[in-house]
Structures are given as C-alpha cells and as structure tokens.
C-alpha cells in the first residue's frame, strides 16, 4: 500500500514539475515575422527596438525614418494564448525633396492583439498560430497613420533539426489610406530560415512581399531580411538586423538594434 501510495504521488507531481518547468524564451524580435509560439502563462516579455532607421529614395526624393523605443509586451494569458500591446513612443523624420527639407517628431500608433497557438506553443516541431490584432491612432502622420486599422497574421513555424527551422508567416490587412482616412486591403507573405549557430547565437534570413490597394494606387513591395540574435541569459535577448528593398517601391534599406527581457 505504501509503494502503490509512492507511486501515485509521483504521478501526480510530475505533470505538475513539467508545467512548473519555463519554456525557452521565444522573443517575437528581430525579424519580419512572427513566431508561432506563445509566452508562458503569467510570464511578460518586453521587447524593444533601441533605434530603427529607414531610408528611402523616390527619384530624387529622399526620407530618413528613426524610431526610438518601439516598444511590443506579450503577457502569457493561457498555456496557448497570450495577450500583446505595442507602441511607438517618439519618431523622428526627415523629408528632402529638392532643396526644400521637411522635419516632424512625432508619437506612433498603439497596436493590440492576441496570440493564440494550436500546435506546439512552445514553438517546437510544427507550431501554428493565429494573430489578431488592431492598430488605434494614437500618433499622427508621417509616424503615425491617422485612422485605425485592423488584420490577422497566421504564423506557421517547422524544426527541420535542431539546427534549422523555417517559417510561414502570411497576413492580411485592412490597412489605413495613404491620405490617413478610411482602410482598404493589403496582404503579405514572409517566408524565413533560421539558423542557431549556437547554444547563444542564431542568424535569421527572411523574404517579405507585400500587396498594397492604396485607392491612391496599388503597390508592390518585396523586401529580403538578415538578422542575428544573442541570448545572454535564459530570460535575455539582444538583436540587430538589417532589411533591404527589392524594388522601387520599397524603402532602400532599414537597420535596426534591441532587447528583449522575459519577467
């Protein structure tokens, strides 16, 4: 009766220790995707861009774009779902056309959104999930887009070894006007590879179009990515990357650095 005792109170604890036991910490920064998996229920990420800067040359038009503490919060709601906010505290751009020079400083929009995951939310083997979300007016433009805008991204995620993983990140958008009133449809595609180096070090290599029906005039762009990440620590991330434009559609180039910390 004892060991029959014994061995029923294992059964019971061990579940328990594996619940109790931290997944590996899957931050949603650097790339142009977004991860499948989902942050562990009561835990919060914080996930920061220290500055990003964006370059684009129209003809001979030329705006640079920097943002400082672009800032996304995921809070791990359920064992697959979590809950997300992000803001852009300050812009800053720098608009040249000819001899003429415009400069605004500028907040961003606010984006909430919710995660939830169907396979895997820790994001190992095959792991999917969907990605509500809607964009609030909270800055004005060139920063911010002056209506708010909603859409849904559906990131799919594969282990081919513990090397490898690749990722499917497809998305649709009622995306806000160019002249900042009213929505119309946008869709994008990422398709990515990613590399763990190390037990530290990663590398991420990253393909983006998107389709833009602006009533102004429908667009194309497609970007290609190149992002390294370093854990420091189990709850401690830093990254930097840089994305180039394809075509003339597309901004140039944009770099960008950050953090991100797992409380």
């Given at each position: 009766m004892k060991i029959a005792a014994a061995l029923a109170a294992l059964l019971v604890a061990a579940p328990a220790a594996a619940q109790d036991q931290p997944r590996d910490y899957c931050p949603a920064r650097p790339g142009?995707?977004?991860?499948?998996?989902?942050?562990?229920?009561?835990?919060?990420?914080?996930?920061?861009?220290?500055?990003?800067?964006?370059?684009?040359?129209?003809?001979?038009?030329?705006?640079?774009?920097?943002?400082?503490?672009?800032?996304?919060?995921?809070?791990g709601l359920t064992d697959t779902v979590e809950a997300q906010i992000g803001w852009t505290p300050v812009g800053f751009v720098r608009e040249r056309s000819g001899h003429a020079v415009d400069k605004a400083t500028r907040v961003?929009?606010?984006?909430?959104?919710?995660?939830?995951?169907?396979?895997?939310?820790?994001?190992?083997?095959?792991?999917?999930?969907?990605?509500?979300?809607?964009?609030?007016?909270?800055?004005?433009?060139?920063?911010?887009?002056?209506d708010w805008g909603a859409g849904v991204v559906i990131p799919v995620t594969y282990d081919l070894s513990k090397t490898f993983n690749i990722q499917f990140v497809p998305g649709v958008d009622a995306a806000v006007n160019g002249d900042g009133r009213g929505r119309h449809f946008a869709a994008s595609a990422v398709v990515g590879l990613?590399?763990?180096?190390?037990?530290?070090?990663?590398?991420?290599?990253?393909?983006?179009?998107?389709?833009?029906?602006?009533?102004?005039?429908?667009?194309?762009?497609?970007?290609?990515?190149?992002?390294?990440?370093?854990?420091?620590?189990?709850?401690?991330?830093?990254?930097?990357?840089?994305?180039a434009g394809l075509n003339r559609n597309t901004p140039d180039i944009e770099l960008l650095a950050g953090i991100a910390r797992r409380f």
């Open positions: 142009l995707g977004s991860p499948a998996c989902t942050i562990d229920p009561g835990r919060v990420s914080v996930e920061t861009s220290l500055a990003d800067w964006t370059f684009d040359r129209q003809g001979g038009d030329r705006t640079d774009t920097v943002l400082v503490g672009d800032t996304l919060i995921r809070v961003g929009d606010v984006t909430l959104g919710l995660k939830a995951n169907f396979a895997s939310p820790d994001g190992s083997g095959l792991s999917i999930a969907a990605q509500p979300f809607v964009t609030l007016p909270a800055g004005r433009s060139p920063v911010g887009a002056g990613g590399i763990a180096l190390n037990d530290k070090l990663s590398v991420e290599l990253e393909s983006q179009a998107l389709r833009d029906d602006d009533p102004a005039g429908r667009t194309w762009q497609d970007k290609a990515a190149l992002s390294f990440a370093y854990k420091a620590g189990d709850n401690l991330q830093f990254d930097m990357g840089g994305v």
